[in-house]
């Protein structure tokens, strides 16, 4: 498979705590995504970063990227229930998707 | 506005049998997709459309034929199904292909028996 990974596969944590997921990736690319999804629902996107960009925030979203390496990872600060989804990474232009970290936020 | 809006939301089949799967977006986007998702397995493509009038095939065409119908419609079609096509369908669209953000509909379940 050409896809992503990301890392953990799972991840629990309590609210109010940082949570950060890795995506590692095979191919040359030129952005790299990351979406949410919620279950039983379909993909939202959250943040783009493109492939000569190091780092990105977006409120309490933080990407980087390391072309270098081929891996982005995504820090959700001060986590809320309300982030308790599924989130994929996903490259472009290859449209290929990780196979997702699967967020549990306690509350 | 809609987004992108699927139909059915769910589906159940016998092996053998075909159906369409519909999919349109009111955001005037030129590109759009079909993705099939299944457990432990993430997203992958099976068709997407660059453009209206282009289709191309993506990581997992086979058994699938697709209709960019006009700009807002794009079909997918399992022509004899298959158990092995039991999965949840995402369809989805961009402005322009292959470097920006995809919308995303709330998906089809589909089950074949």
């Known amino acids: 498979s050409q896809q992503g990974e990301e890392d953990p596969q799972a991840l629990s944590i309590q609210e109010g705590e940082n949570a950060t997921m890795n995506c590692s990736y095979k191919t040359s690319i030129n952005n790299l995504q990351w979406y949410r999804q919620n279950s039983g629902r379909g993909l939202v996107h959250l943040i783009l970063i493109r492939s000569n960009e190091r780092e990105k925030h977006s409120g309490r979203l933080r990407v980087t990227l390391d072309t270098s390496k081929k891996s982005s990872s995504l820090l959700i600060t001060a986590s809320r229930a309300a982030d308790t989804a599924s989130y994929f990474c996903?490259?472009?232009?290859?449209?290929?998707f990780g196979t997702g970290t699967r967020l549990t936020v306690i509350p | 506005n809609a987004g992108v809006t699927q139909t059915p939301k769910f589906q159940v089949l016998k092996t053998g049998q075909s159906m369409t799967l519909q999919c349109a977006q009111d955001?005037?986007?030129?590109?759009m997709y079909w993705y099939r998702q299944d457990p432990g397995m993430g997203l992958r493509l099976i068709y997407y459309?660059?453009?209206?009038?282009?289709?191309d095939k993506g990581e997992v065409p086979n058994g699938y034929n697709v209709s960019r119908l006009n700009k807002r419609e794009f079909s997918l079609r399992l022509e004899s199904a298959a158990p092995s096509q039991t999965s949840v369908y995402f369809c989805?669209?961009?402005?322009?292909?292959?470097?920006?953000?995809?919308?995303f509909g709330s998906g089809t379940q589909l089950s074949v028996l």
């Open positions: 996903a490259t472009l232009p290859n449209l290929f």
């Open positions: 459309s660059a453009s209206e009038g282009t289709t």
């Open positions: 955001m005037n986007h030129n590109s």
């Open positions: 989805a669209s961009s402005v322009t292909a292959l470097n920006e953000k995809l919308f």
